[in-house]
T-cell receptor, first 115, second 113 residues
């Protein structure tokens, strides 16, 4: 069975500091994709970053980077220079490559940025 | 503007009364999905579609039906809603490349009494 685990229900970070949100996954598929999404209090889901299982380098998108450790099956999201607008729920997700539109989401981490 | 629209945004209904939540995307995306979001459980995929007339079950398909007769539309049908289907529902679409994330609709908050 495929599974995504986010063990931090809530996190706090000081404005302008960096924060790491943890995500571990469990799959026996040789190939898969990992995603992070942001859900502000307004409710919409926003795609942040993607990492492929065969990518040699960690993905980066602006202030977001993905710390991918394949052997540990972890895909942690790092947000640098936190801003007040980063306060939101963050979800890690995995897509099975052989079932190209089947996705599994974690339970989410609520991030609060403190001024 | 590229978007996924859902209607209605809010719905209160009674047990057993059939309902349909519509989903439409204007980006010509092949792939579409329905999710439900419940507190403490994250998002769970109900059904997904790879193209017109091609759909498959996600993790929690019981009590739901879908159809994909046109590329842009992917309605979610609850034939006989029950209170345990009270949830926040999201429709999502994405283009074909592996690296692409999903575009999500604004969500439909459904309450079944």
């Amino acid at each position: 069975a495929q599974k995504i685990t986010q063990t931090q229900p809530g996190m706090f970070v000081q404005e302008k500091e960096a924060v790491t949100l943890d995500c571990t996954y469990d799959t026996s598929d040789p190939s898969y994709g990992l995603f992070w999404y942001k859900q502000p209090s307004s409710g919409e889901m926003i795609f942040l970053i993607y990492q492929g299982s065969y990518d040699q380098q960690n993905a980066t998108e602006g202030r977001y980077s993905l710390n991918f450790q394949k052997a540990r099956k972890s895909a942690n999201l790092v947000i640098s220079a936190s801003q007040l607008g980063d306060s939101a729920m963050y979800f890690c997700a995995m897509r099975r490559t052989h079932s190209i539109n089947q996705f599994y989401f974690g339970t989410g981490t609520s991030l609060t940025v403190i001024p | 503007e590229a978007q996924v629209t859902q209607n209605p945004r809010y719905l209160i209904t009674v047990t057993g009364k059939k309902l349909t939540v519509t989903c439409s995307q204007n980006m010509n995306h092949e792939y579409m999905s329905w999710y439900r979001q419940d507190p403490g459980l994250g998002l769970r995929q109900i059904y997904y579609s790879m193209n017109v007339e091609v759909t498959d079950k996600g993790d929690v398909p019981e009590g739901y039906k879908v159809s994909r007769k046109e590329k842009r539309n992917f309605p979610l049908i609850l034939e006989s809603p029950s209170p345990n289907q009270t949830s926040l529902y999201f429709c999502a679409s994405r283009a074909g490349a592996e690296t692409y994330g999903q575009y999500f609709g604004p969500g439909t908050r459904l309450t079944v009494t």
